[in-house]
């Protein structure tokens, strides 16, 4: 009798866990190479773990990220050795106040030899693409790069170019001088997925990083992927399981943006111009989920949606003057949403 | 007393104008009646009396006019009574008033008879000495002078006794307002939500996830009232972290909880489905632990005889 309930049970528990048991498996199998990855990326990145684990999520939900951190902080290297470790085109553009967007996506030329015009591809056709200090070029340069982010497209005199898969647009900006910049406009930078802020290496870590650089040689990651391993990753990732509970969570989170009040946080009423769009819950969700997979995970867990919330939603929350007069941030205001939303 | 009798005019009008008094001192007051008798749909119009009735008669005081129905003689009676003075000594003539009578498509003018008032001065006491003037006389205190002084005594009093309130309640850890509520014991109430819980038989019918939600809930209040920890808006992960750093927990206890929170967690997001007997068993981990941390007095007295809580837990 005791055996057979044994039985049963055993039975049960397999019967069960078959759904979640199934995407698991799956997940550990293409999520395996995550750790290749970031251990490869280990070896030329000392610390910034955070950024590498952005980068992944940007690279597998599809979506563009923002870096903002004062210079030296490994920023371009960080997004070539990750490029690296594809098998994929790199660009680094330098955005500066003379660039045009010509010099972004290509223009037509004229070739004498052929007596016609020709398309001459520009930099935004490749993989991943580093728009470096990317508020140091007008809005034209800014719209053209933007333009191209979402429409995934890119059109050159009558023509119309798809742009490579996968394509990641990594474009940082300097928190610290802001005179002859051109600040990105609030529906542009809705348009990035993340805005992650990075900050300096601790004391252990800058060590090592002192020891690399005057090394003999300098490490290199090496290539372990191909594109489309990428392309794959991001079907899988869709696939994680995000429960309702969790869908709920994330509209609390991004509503409590919008509509504090109701949230218990009347004090930030008058602090907020405009709370997180319908894109916040998505790229929310979809953050999410990649860091799930990253995490080697089916589901999604309030965890995960708690490790994305500041990079998703630190740039989509507009602050009045008021909040600016007392010093209020966006970076506050998270916290204290994630704070007093109750976790399902 | 009667000083004066009336003038009659015509035939069915008549016109009286007595004084109370013909005699009077100086600055005395005294009334003037004046009545007019007429026929109903006559109009009488009364003069428009002034501050003077002549150069010398002051009018203190008038009434508005009266009109009375005399209804054995069917006539209307008007009346108005005027106060006089006189602030002269001598005697003094008091025109007749004139009225103005219309009947009809007539009109006339009717007065009464003229008056005689005397006034006499102050008759001087040449028996008595010379005396200095009266001093000046206090005038009574009243209402109006004394309320401002009423009102800052009153307010003061209050604020005295709302002090005294506020004292009382903060000495005795009441609260201000209302009476004090007696909090029931965090355990308690868990306990009691508990066997809620499972009165409610939930996964037995097949409501499995909400029988983790509430059984997490049932948990997380309970930490948040005994430990005063977020637990409500914090994860899995974070609470465990908080209650290790509590040091009120012990590691057999946050096992048992970390068990039942990530069951629960793999419950309400990951679709699992766990055996009745786990359910069970996770039910049981609750109440474990909550009897387990319960707040007692003997608790904190072994804490503090130096019993080290370990917080070395792996979470």
Not at chain 1, 51 to 67: F, R, T, W, Y
Not at chain 1, 109 to 124: L, M
Not at chain 1, 213 to 219: E, H, I
Not at chain 1, 262 to 272: C, D, F, H, P, V
Request: contains cysteine; glycine residues 4%; negative net charge.
């Amino acid at each position: 009798m005791g055996l057979e309930i044994c039985c049963n049970k055993k039975k049960h528990m397999s019967e069960i866990a078959v759904n979640i048991k199934e995407l698991n498996e799956k997940i550990q199998k293409e999520s395996s190479f995550v750790d290749m990855v970031t251990l490869e990326m280990k070896k030329v990145i000392i610390g910034q773990k955070h950024l590498v684990d952005s980068l992944l999520i940007g690279l597998l939900s599809d979506g563009h990220i923002l870096l903002e951190g004062v210079p030296g902080l490994a920023k371009t290297l960080a997004i070539k050795t990750l490029a690296q470790t594809i098998d994929a085109k790199f660009s680094r553009i330098q955005f500066t106040p003379d660039l045009l967007p010509a010099d972004l996506i290509g223009t037509m030329i004229y070739s004498q030899k052929n007596e016609e015009f020709q398309v001459k591809k520009g930099p935004i056709f490749a993989n991943f693409v580093l728009a470096d200090e990317v508020n140091r070029s007008p809005a034209k340069v800014q719209s053209a790069l933007l333009e191209a982010m979402q429409e995934k497209q890119v059109t050159i005199g009558a023509e119309t170019f798809e742009l490579p898969k996968p394509f990641l647009v990594l474009a940082t900006q300097n928190p610290i001088e802001q005179e002859g910049t051109y600040p990105l406009p609030e529906a542009q930078v809705d348009r990035f997925m993340l805005k992650v802020v990075i900050n300096y290496p601790t004391k252990d870590e800058e060590r090592l990083i002192i020891r690399e650089n005057l090394g003999k040689q300098f490490p290199a990651a090496t290539t372990i992927l191909k594109s489309e391993d990428i392309i794959n990753a991001r079907n899988v990732v869709k696939e994680v399981y995000m429960d309702e509970k969790i869908e709920q969570y994330i509209l609390d989170i991004v509503f409590a943006t919008r509509y504090p009040a109701e949230y218990k946080l009347g004090q930030y009423s008058n602090m907020i111009r405009y709370g997180g769009s319908p894109r916040a819950s998505i790229y929310l969700a979809a953050a999410a989920k990649a860091y799930a997979f990253i995490k080697r995970r089916g589901y999604v867990i309030p965890e995960d949606v708690r490790a994305v919330c500041h990079d998703v939603l630190r740039h989509r929350i507009g602050l009045t003057y008021e909040a600016e007069a007392e010093n209020i941030t966006s970076e506050d205001i998270i916290t204290d949403i994630l704070n007093n939303v109750e976790v399902p | 007393m009667i000083l004066f009798s009336a003038d009659v005019i015509g035939q069915l009008v008549s016109v009286q104008a007595q004084l109370d008094s013909n005699t009077i001192v100086i600055g005395d007051q005294i009334g003037l009646k004046i009545e007019v008798k007429k026929n109903r749909g006559d109009i009488i119009k009364f003069p428009a009396f002034g501050d003077h009735l002549t150069e010398e008669i002051e009018i203190i005081d008038k009434t508005a006019i009266d009109s009375v129905w005399l209804k054995d003689e069917d006539k209307v009676l008007l009346k108005q009574q005027l106060l006089i003075t006189v602030f002269d000594s001598g005697l003094y003539y008091i025109p007749p008033i004139e009225f103005i009578l219309v009947s009809g498509n007539t009109a006339d003018t009717i007065r009464s008879r003229s008056n005689y008032l005397e006034v006499l001065p102050f008759a001087l006491d040449t028996t008595n000495t010379i005396r200095d003037i009266k001093a000046i006389e206090k005038a009574p205190v009243g209402f109006t002078e004394i309320y401002p002084y009423v009102l800052a005594a009153l307010f003061a009093g209050i604020l005295v006794w709302v002090l005294l309130y506020y004292l009382k309640k903060k000495k005795n850890n009441e609260p201000i307002l209302g009476r004090l509520k007696i909090e029931e014991p965090a355990h308690i109430i868990a306990m009691r939500e508990l066997e809620a819980l499972k009165a409610g038989k939930l996964w037995q019918r097949k409501e499995v996830k909400r029988y983790y939600s509430i059984l997490t809930e049932i948990i997380r209040r309970y930490i948040e009232r005994r430990f005063k920890i977020l637990a409500m808006e914090q994860t899995t992960d974070e609470i465990l972290t908080e209650l290790v750093g509590t040091g009120l927990v012990k590691p057999e206890d946050l096992k048992v909880l970390k068990e039942t929170l990530e069951q629960a967690d793999l419950v309400k997001f990951a679709k699992a489905d766990p055996l009745p007997d786990e359910n069970e068993t996770h039910y049981e981990n609750a109440c474990k632990f909550v009897n387990n941390t319960k707040f007692r007095e003997d608790f904190i007295q072994v804490k503090d005889l130096n019993e080290p809580v370990s917080n070395e837990v792996t979470i």
